[in-house]
């Protein structure tokens, strides 16, 4: 990625190409990961409302989705705030 000078950077400092974000894999570093049981999950979703990486998706038919690995940070809270124990945290190898 070619980087601007400071007379490239738009006034104000926008972001005037958004969603570069995505680019940026955070979850590359983490040392663990969660991993659902499907049999125990009662999608509450209260999983997806408490990761701070917002990775947990949440699907239309308002059931949870998958943990979108490439961002997760593997921070255990969505194990540890899931009511029925269905997440475990297991080493990213
Ligand atoms: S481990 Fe942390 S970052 Fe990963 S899905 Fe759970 S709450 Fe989100
Ligand atoms: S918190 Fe647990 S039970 Fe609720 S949706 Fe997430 S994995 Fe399923």
Not at 34 to 60: M, R
Not at 61 to 86: S, T
């Amino acid at each position: 990625m070619d980087k601007k000078t400071s007379k490239q950077i738009p006034i104000g400092g926008i972001i005037d190409k958004p969603k570069t974000s995505l680019l940026n894999k955070t979850g590359d570093w983490k040392k663990m990961r969660p991993v659902i049981d499907e049999s125990k999950c009662i999608h509450c979703a209260k999983c997806v409302l408490s990761c701070p990486e917002n990775c947990i998706a949440i699907k239309k038919d308002g059931k949870r989705g998958d943990v979108n690995l490439d961002f997760c940070k593997g921070c255990g809270i969505c194990a540890k705030e899931c009511p029925v124990g269905a997440i475990t945290m297991v080493e990213d190898k």
